[in-house]
Nanobody, 123 residues
Framework: VQLQAFGGGLVQAGGSLRLSCAAS????????MAWFRQAPGKEREFVAA????????DYADSVKGRFTISRDNAKNTVYLQMNSLKPDDTAVYYC?????????????????WGQGTLVTVSS
């Protein structure tokens, strides 16, 4: 399985970005997907997750109400719409895939990882 994340960039506080993660190599619709992020000097942290069917989602408290995870199984792509961005959201964002359809907020749950895309939010 290969995951390729893109869509990061520089944005002012209060702005929006949409990240995408394209997957290849296995049955995408049977894979739970998630986004994690890692800020400089900090540990990787959970951002959002979505079940294989897309019917269930979960978010970190820090992004609830601002970020939305979604997926298009026909395009083998998962998205992270980020609104009302804050400087604290600055990090490298990684997408991850699990072999089964159930998600978790724990990084060890995921079997495949993308290369990361940098999001920088200026104040």
């Amino acid at each position: 399985v290969q995951l390729q994340a893109f869509g990061g960039g520089l944005v002012q506080a209060g702005g929006s970005l949409r990240l995408s993660c394209a997957a290849s190599g296995r049955a995408f619709s049977s894979s739970a997907m998630a986004w994690f992020r890692q800020a400089p000097g900090k540990e990787r942290e959970f951002v959002a997750a979505i079940s294989g069917s897309g019917s269930s989602t979960d978010y970190a408290d820090s992004v609830k109400g601002r970020f939305t995870i979604s997926r298009d199984n026909a395009k083998n792509t998962v998205y992270l719409q980020m609104n009302s961005l804050k400087p604290d959201d600055t990090a490298v964002y990684y997408c991850a895939a699990h072999r089964g359809p159930v998600y978790s907020g724990r990084s060890f749950w995921y079997d495949y990882w993308g290369q990361g895309t940098l999001v920088t939010v200026s104040s």
